[in-house]
């Protein structure tokens, strides 16, 4: 009796004994140079989208930057717009019938009254009081990213009416106009804050992965005195310093390069790793013995040989900005009033009571959950593709 590690024993072998069919080989070849002759960015779409998680939230984020250009289009009001007689009016819900008879798309009006006891505003719908909405209609007047006056809006309230989707404010500014405008600064800020880092991050990290020797060794201890220092409090002592008097742009633009400057070293990192293992190619010693400068070496033959995974890791850091941005602001210490951003919103949620009595004040920390997950869920498909022979 031979056993499976004997040395008698057979070895089971899987090779089809089916007679050879030409017919069948001309239609695997196609496939197989397809595969075969395809770059790594399109090996790499071939796999994102099987990482169907990963493809709907590319989808998702793609739609929710589309809104950033249009935001005073999808905006039932101007982020400045104030009803002081709806302060503090809870969120209004759309209504298709009234009575069992079809209307269209309607709210009722609201009549309130001041609760003595908690000085809280009670609202309650008034059902004599049907205000239909009005779609592509005209509201509050704005400048189209500053250029183009109008008035055009997608969705507005009836005349004389009011559409708080999301309630009001403590000065009665509706809450989801401000979100969609708050997205445009919240969004935008990730995205130019990772394109500076980026860039720093490939330019130190291919520095010192490329020479190496004292250079590395200065740059290494660099970022450990950096990544050393807590986030939190070092960006609170960046933001203190800026002066009250800067305006709105610049603020944002301050902001955008404080949180770039923290976040490059980890990029600087796997950069300065990856160099390692490929500065010793041969394709780099012949770049070396043709003349070819170590800018030119590092910048076209070193980087664009992990460019992919590269991308795949700065998206994952953009949340990260986000979030830096969002918690800076809830301080008080990060983007200020004019200003509209995600984080501005919550820095008006801070009184517990103010939570309690109206709770819808803290909706604006759910589009800050869902770009946040959206953008790592992404981020871990692009990972995955970025190489896409595993």
Not at 176 to 190: D, F, K, M, P
Not at 252 to 271: D, F, K, Q
Not at 273 to 298: V, Y
Not at 359 to 373: A, D, F, H, N, S
Request: net charge neutral; proline share 6%.
């Amino acid at each position: 009796m031979t056993t499976p590690n004997s040395p008698d024993a057979t070895l089971q072998h899987f090779v089809s004994t089916e007679p050879f069919d030409p017919k069948v080989a001309s239609k695997i070849a196609p496939e197989l140079e397809r595969y075969f002759l395809a770059s790594q960015w399109k090996l790499m779409w071939w796999k994102l989208k099987w990482h169907r998680l990963a493809v709907f939230s590319g989808l998702f984020l793609l739609v929710l930057y589309g809104t950033t250009l249009i935001s005073e289009f999808l905006a039932p009001y101007d982020t400045h717009t104030r009803d002081i007689g709806h302060i503090y009016a809870p969120p209004q819900s759309v209504h298709l019938f009234d009575d069992g008879e079809f209307i269209g798309p309607f709210v009722y009006g609201m009549d309130y009254k001041l609760n003595m006891v908690n000085l809280k505003r009670e609202y309650t719908d008034n059902p004599n009081k049907i205000q239909r909405l009005r779609f592509f209609c005209q509201g509050d007047e704005y400048y189209f990213w500053g250029i183009i006056t109008s008035r055009l809006h997608l969705v507005c309230p009836a005349e004389g009416g009011t559409l708080f989707l999301l309630g009001t404010d403590r000065l009665g500014r509706d809450v989801l106009s401000r979100i969609i405008y708050g997205s445009r600064i919240s969004l935008t800020i990730g995205l130019v804050g990772i394109t500076l880092s980026f860039f720093i991050g490939m330019i130190v990290g291919g520095i010192a992965g490329y020479f190496g020797g004292l250079i590395d060794t200065i740059i290494q201890r660099i970022i450990e005195i950096i990544q050393s220092f807590p986030q939190i409090p070092l960006w609170m002592a960046l933001s203190a310093i800026m002066p009250l008097t800067w305006s709105p742009l610049v603020i944002y633009l301050a902001i955008t390069i404080i949180l770039a400057m923290l976040e490059w070293t980890s990029l600087a990192r796997a950069v300065r790793s990856k160099l390692f293992s490929l500065r010793e190619e041969e394709f780099c010693t012949a770049a070396k013995l043709m003349g070819a400068k170590p800018s030119r070496i590092i910048g076209r033959h070193l980087l664009p040989g992990f460019m992919s995974y590269l991308i795949a890791a700065a998206t994952l850091s953009i949340p990260a900005m986000i979030l830096g941005e969002t918690a800076l602001s809830f301080l008080g210490i990060g983007l200020r009033a004019p200003i509209t951003s995600w984080g501005v919103l919550l820095n008006e949620a801070q009184n517990i009571n103010i939570v309690v009595l109206y709770p819808w004040l803290m909706l604006p920390v759910v589009p800050v959950i869902l770009t946040i997950l959206a953008f790592s869920l992404f981020g871990d498909g692009l990972r995955d593709a970025a190489d896409p022979y595993k």
